[in-house]
């Protein structure tokens, strides 16, 4: 069962817009989300996280906003860059337990 | 950059053939994991070590097998590989801060089993 779910695989935005990408998940027992991305042929590298005491964290161009009720989380990218094109995977943890979701591609258009 | 590598980054085997990947890190942190990366699944946690000789499964431990026999070493054996193994495997490193759990990930390993 996929206890983290990311139910867009695509998104396409024009550079300078903004970039919302959206996570669900279902076990309660998570206490801490990530949000990771991928270029092809390297690992995932991490980009910004958040525990499920707060419902926001930001860094730079990057924040992530987690609604515990709804059991979302979502990421946005302001303003959107054309480096920024990559797949984004969002993560949920409860002790070593770590789920992901599928993934999102991005692309970020000049 | 987490000082992580692995090793062989692509391969390809038989059916049936053992096939063993390794992971490599510099900075002897504790907690290092093996996932694998397929389309519509994201990454999979396959096992993970929390220390030298302390090894526990994750969520699709069917088939594989773990050992850690140095701080700095993970190795991933499949025994008898198949063609559903065939994937991209990628050792992580956790850094261990307190309220972070933030890990760090190797380059990756492409297997083609056929």
């Known amino acids: 069962d996929q206890q983290v779910k990311q139910n867009s695989p695509s998104l396409s935005v024009q550079e300078g817009r903004i970039s919302i990408l959206n996570c669900d998940y279902t076990n309660s027992m998570f206490d801490y989300f990530l949000w990771y991305k991928k270029y092809p042929a390297e690992g995932p590298t991490f980009l910004i996280s958040?525990?499920?005491?707060?419902d926001k964290n930001e860094d730079g161009r990057f924040t992530v906003f987690l609604n515990k009720s709804a059991k979302h989380l979502s990421l946005h990218i302001v303003p959107s860059q054309p480096g920024d094109s990559a797949v984004y995977f969002c993560a949920a943890q409860d002790n070593n337990d770590m789920r992901f979701g599928a993934g999102t591609r991005l692309t970020v258009k000049p | 950059d987490a000082g992580i590598t692995q090793s062989p980054r692509h391969k390809v085997t038989e059916t049936g053939t053992p096939v063993t990947l390794r992971c490599h890190q510099t900075?002897?942190?504790?907690?290092m994991y093996w996932y694998r990366q397929d389309p519509g699944h994201g990454l999979r946690l396959i096992h993970y070590?929390?220390?030298?000789?302390?090894?526990d499964k994750g969520e699709v431990s069917d088939g594989y097998s773990v050992s850690r026999s140095k701080t700095e070493d993970f190795l991933l054996t499949l025994e008898s590989a198949t063609s559903s193994q065939t994937s991209v495997y990628f050792c992580?490193?956790?850094?261990?801060?307190?309220?972070?759990?933030?890990?760090?990930f190797g380059p990756g390993t492409r297997l083609t089993v056929t």
């Open positions: 900075e002897n942190h504790r907690y």
């Open positions: 992580a490193i956790s850094i261990g801060l307190a309220e972070a759990y933030e890990q760090y």
């Open positions: 958040i525990s499920s005491i707060k």
């Open positions: 070590s929390y220390g030298v000789k302390d090894t």
